[in-house]
Structures are given as structure tokens and as C-alpha cells.
T-cell receptor, first 114, second 112 residues
Framework: GAGVSQSPSNKVTEKGKDVELRCDPI?????LYWYRQSLGQGLEFLIY????????KSGLPSDRFSAERTGGSVSTLTIQRTQQEDSAVYLCASSPTTKHYEQYFGPGTRLTVT | TQLLKQSPQFLSIQEGENLTVYCNSS?????LQWYRQEPGEGPVLLVTVVTGGEVKKLKRLTFQFGDARKDSSLHITAAQTGDTGLYLC????????????FGKGTKLTVNP
């Protein structure tokens, strides 16, 4: 079946502009996660959605970052007033209800802020 | 503070050699996962271990969870060039707010 998809695959933007990154999880997966991966670093947790519960936003690095998940499926990560330090690969993952911590990742969006 | 420490950070070996990479912590995890990530792709789940002392085998890969559930190892026998990639361990923290935390990974290169 179809895996997690993310778009765009690459995004180059100028400092100060807003960007939106999209994630389509595996159908039927109720949990959705966003991570950031910088060069030479592990995955940094950003935000987690589980069903209709309030999202866990504890990993968002600043109020310039926000995310929403519409209809329990597609999610959008928005970064406002981008900074050069926001350059990274942004990964989305989804997980089925019964195996909450076994995550299936998308290919990521590589964001470059110039 | 790095909750999960992976070692070595980089490893370059010849095809056919054996290797072991490690994932260590001072914290106890309710379960631990190993992922492999290739350039330009997201991590792919290899295995989940949940019981202290558990050993799981996946073809030439052997995963072990420490008795105290604080550490894990991944052993690859007779490495192949297709094993090249970034190996990430991730542990589920215990306590009120469970989270999945990732190590920084071991970048493995298997040379022909």
C-alpha cells in the first residue's frame, strides 16, 4: 500500500518568508509526528497528533512553528518568518493505533533558507 | 542532554566483515527501536525490542536489548554494500509523558 508522502521534496526560500510543508500519512494511521533532522544530528521531535486529542507541541522550537492536522489525516507544518537556522530536513511519520511507537516515515522535505 | 548515545558515530568497513554498533543510555526505556536511513529517504523501521535481554535476528542482523532496558546493540554479520546507511536507535521513555527519543545515529559505510 501507499506509504507516507511529503511535499515538496525540496524547498528553497528566502529568509523572512513563510513556508508550508505537507504530510499525507498512511491511511488509517491515527498518530502523526513531525521531526527535524539537521546535518549530523539525530531526529528532533517537533509535534505529535493522536486522533482527536490535543496535539503535543512540546518540541516546537519557537512560536514561528505551527502545525495542524485536518480531518485526522493530512498535516501541514508552517514555519513563519524563516531563519537560516531553520534549514534542515523535515520528516513526517505516522503510526497505527495498536503499535503507537513503530513509526513509518516519509521521505522528508529538505528546506533551505537563503 | 543526549538521552541516547550511539557509538561509533562513523564506521567504515570492507564487505564481508562483522560489526557491532551500540546505543546506550542511563535511562530505562519501555521499548527500543532500530531504524536504517539511506540518503534522501526517511528512516525505515528494522526491529522493536521490548523485553530486557531480548535478542532478535533479522537475516544477518542481530539486535539485543540490555537486561536493564537501558542499552541495545546491533550486530551485522558479513556486511554487504547494501547495508550502508545511517543506523538510528530510538527509545520510548517511561513515565507520565511517553515520548520516542532518537540517538544521533551511526553512519555505516561498507566498501566493496
Amino acid at each position: 500500500g501507499a506509504g507516507v508522502s511529503q511535499s515538496p521534496s525540496n524547498k528553497v526560500t528566502e529568509k523572512g518568508k513563510d513556508v508550508e510543508l505537507r504530510c499525507d500519512p498512511i491511511s488509517g494511521h491515527t498518530a502523526l509526528y513531525w521531526y527535524r533532522q539537521s546535518l549530523g544530528q539525530g531526529l528532533e521531535f517537533l509535534i505529535y497528533f493522536q486522533g482527536n486529542s490535543a496535539p503535543d507541541k512540546s518540541g516546537l522550537p519557537s512560536d514561528r512553528f505551527s502545525a495542524e492536522r485536518t480531518g485526522g489525516s493530512v498535516s501541514t507544518l508552517t514555519i513563519q518568518r524563516t531563519q537560516q537556522e531553520d534549514s534542515a530536513v523535515y520528516l513526517c511519520a505516522s503510526s497505527p493505533t495498536t503499535k503507537h511507537y513503530e513509526q513509518y516515515f516519509g521521505p522528508g522535505t529538505r528546506l533551505t533558507v537563503t | 542532554t543526549q538521552l541516547l548515545k550511539q557509538s561509533p558515530q562513523f564506521l567504515s568497513i570492507q564487505e564481508g566483515e562483522n560489526l557491532t554498533v551500540y546505543c546506550n543510555s542511563s535511562s530505562v526505556f519501555s521499548s527500543l527501536q532500530w531504524y536504517r536511513q539511506e540518503p534522501g529517504e526517511g528512516p525505515v523501521l528494522l526491529v522493536t525490542v521490548v523485553t530486557g535481554g531480548e535478542v532478535k535476528k533479522l537475516k544477518r542482523l542481530t539486535f539485543q536489548f540490555g537486561d536493564a532496558r537501558k542499552d541495545s546493540s546491533l550486530h551485522i554479520t558479513a556486511a554487504q554494500t547494501g547495508d550502508t546507511g545511517l543506523y538510528l536507535c530510538a527509545g520510548v521513555t517511561q513515565g507520565g509523558s511517553e515520548k520516542l527519543v532518537f540517538g544521533k545515529g551511526t553512519k555505516l559505510t561498507v566498501n566493496p
